[in-house]
C-alpha cells in the first residue's frame, strides 16, 4: 500500500470514529431524556399508589374516599406504567 492510500484510510477513519462519537453522545442524551422522563413517571406512579392503597384521592384540597370500582382503571394503568419503567431500566443498563 502507498502512503497516500494510507492517509486516505486513516482520514477515512477518523470521519467515522467522529460521526460515531457524534451518536454516542446523541444516544447518551436520549438515555439521560429517558431516565429523567422515568424518574417524574416513577413519582406519578408512587402517588397513584399511595391513591390506590389508601383508596383516597385528593379533590380542591380534600382528601375524599374513592369507590372501589373506580381505582381498578388507575390500578390497571399505574401497574402497566411500572412494568414499563422496569423494561426501559433493564434496557438503559443494557
Sequence with gaps: MSILSNKEELNSLKEELSTLKKNVEILNEKINNISTQNTELEEFIK?????????QIKVDNK???????????????VENAAQWIYEVKETIKK
Design 63 to 77: 382528601i375524599v374516599q374513592c369507590r372501589e370500582d373506580y381505582l381498578v382503571p388507575i390500578k390497571r394503568y
Design 47 to 55: 402517588k397513584a399508589i399511595q391513591t390506590i392503597i389508601g383508596n
